[in-house]
């Protein structure tokens, strides 16, 4: 990550961060850093320039469902790598990721502010989604921040939910669009191309066999999004190529337990194992699936390669 610090707890940030200069922090999970989001922590930036001041984002690991319902945890869209990069281009100055622990979980809505201000002694506002909850049995809500607020001298900053087709952006809808495997949708809701970013590691061959050769990514996301195949882009080394990738467990040869992502590129590919890439995923082709043998399934390829080079073609980016 470039730019941002990171901190592994409020206690540390607060150690570290210039207590001379006021803190603009912004709080919530932020999964996906996603238009909603993004309105959230711009707040916050614009407020810290604006007074000479830092901007920070607070957000929690694990996510609270692993403390408060760990039969059905949330799966998260992003690691906490990928997370502190989105935000870290946002322009905040540090990101801290507070651990959520049995602990944390029981501070009541109205000790959550003086918790804050007791370990981060700049605090000058905190900023936050509209709906955001928070403390103990999620009792808080915005208008509590506010009073809990009243006479500290901390601004309270809330944000209306964006809205995307009439609906809000959030979080839920994004992991349910990614499930389902519409790519172009939820990138339009995160406000950026959903992308997977890894190490090219070496295959079984399989493809080059077949006559179309593959960049396989080494990538284990929480959550997965629908198996299947894909128009991408894959980048590394200073180049971004137009791809077909499919993502799944390869069900006619041989059922794989790991789904991995195998990306063809559409011409001359410079790319090699133990390159770094990332595959932006733009648009879904077809669900994955199972063909009666290897024939077959060349045929199949043979044709989504095709309509991968097509669909680019439409777009000038062939």
């Known amino acids: 990550m ?75 869209i992003h690691d906490p790598g990928t997370q502190a990069g989105l935000l870290s281009e946002l322009g905040v100055d540090a990101v801290i990721f507070e651990p959520f622990t049995p602990g944390f979980a029981l501070i009541e809505a109205v000790e959550f502010l003086p918790w804050l201000r007791r370990r981060l002694p700049g605090l000058a506002a905190v900023h936050v989604g509209g709906n955001w909850r928070f403390g103990a049995g999620r009792s808080g809500d915005v208008a509590s921040l506010v009073e809990s607020a009243r006479g500290t001298g901390l601004s309270v900053f809330s944000v209306p939910p964006v809205e995307f087709d009439g609906k809000p952006v959030n979080s839920t809808r994004i992991r349910s669009l ?57 980048s590394g080394r200073g180049v971004s190529l137009p791809g077909v990738a499919n993502y799944g467990v390869r069900p006619t040869v041989e059922q794989a337990t790991v789904p991995q992502i195998e990306t063809h590129v ?40 095709r309509e991968a080079g097509a669909w680019f073609a439409r777009r000038g980016q062939a």
Not at 216 to 221: D, E, F, H, I, T
Not at 273 to 293: K, N
Request: glycine share 12%; charged share 20%; proline share 6%.
């Open 266 to 305: 559409l011409g001359d590919c410079p790319l090699d194992t133990g390159d770094a890439v990332t595959v932006q995923w733009l648009d879904s082709l077809r669900p994955e699936m199972a063909f009666s043998g290897v024939d077959e399934l060349r045929s199949r390829i043979g044709v989504d390669v």
């Open 2 to 76: 470039t730019g941002a610090r990171q901190f592994s707890s409020v206690e540390s940030a607060g150690a570290t961060l210039e207590r001379e200069r006021p803190l603009y922090l912004a709080i919530g999970m932020f999964d996906g850093v996603h238009l909603g989001h993004r309105a959230v922590i711009e707040t916050a930036v614009q407020s810290a320039r604006r007074n000479g001041g830092l901007s920070a984002v607070l957000t929690f690991r694990p996510h609270p469902s692993r403390i408060l319902s760990p039969q059905r945890p949330t799966r998260l």
């Open 178 to 234: 990614l499930e389902s495997g519409d790519v172009a949708q939820a990138g339009a809701l995160l406000g950026y191309t959903y992308f997977a970013r890894g190490l090219v590691i070496a295959g079984k061959r399989l493809g080059r066999t077949l006559g179309f050769p593959t960049l396989n990514l080494a990538w284990a996301p929480e959550l997965t999004p629908r198996f299947g195949v894909y128009f991408v882009r894959i």
